[in-house]
């Protein structure tokens, strides 16, 4: 993968929950990524383009909004998957992630909330509050935030770029 013009050691990166969900979904091994129902859409060589992405910035953070929807979405394994899968997120929680908290009373009252819903909205407050680079591949939530010049990556592109090599 080509480094992003985005990225850089000094900058941190806020990704979203569906991303997260396949990259801790594709750290269970190669190929658990296309059999989740979850992250069918995605595979195990997008796992690692996220991987490749996230090593290009200084750090990574998310919302408690973003861990709560990964949790939902992981319930949807089977039970030792999940698990497994739980003590990943648990692991990237306590270690690797940086948690931004904004309270929903906050995010519910912005416009954005109505556009996008608690988590996305809550996402993209916090990108363009702590000068953060969203990574995303909702369409919705990368156009919003990129119309308000708040640094976005869509992730669909990058895949595009892949494929199209």
């Not at 091994?29 to 200084?58: A, M």
């Not at 363009?128 to 909702?138: F, Y």
Request: with cysteine.
């Amino acid at each position: 993968m080509r480094h992003h013009h985005l990225a850089s050691p000094r900058k941190g990166i806020l990704i979203d929950a569906n991303l997260l969900t396949v990259y801790i979904v594709g750290m269970l091994g190669r190929g658990e990524v296309e059999k989740f129902k979850r992250t069918r859409g995605y595979t195990s060589d997008d796992v690692k383009g996220i991987d490749d992405l996230i090593r290009q910035f200084g750090w990574i953070c998310t919302t408690p909004h973003v861990i709560a929807e990964v949790s939902n979405l992981l319930d949807w394994l089977d039970s030792g998957k999940r698990q497994r899968a739980n003590e990943l997120l648990a692991k990237a929680a306590l270690s690797t992630l940086g948690e931004i908290f904004k309270a929903s009373k906050e995010i519910v009252a912005t416009q954005v909330y109505f556009k996008l819903g608690v988590t996305d909205a809550g996402l993209f407050l916090t990108a363009r509050e702590q000068k953060l680079v969203l990574v995303t591949a909702d369409l919705p939530l990368y156009h919003y935030a990129s119309g308000l010049k708040v640094e976005a990556i869509n992730f669909n592109h990058i895949r595009e770029q892949w494929l199209s090599r």
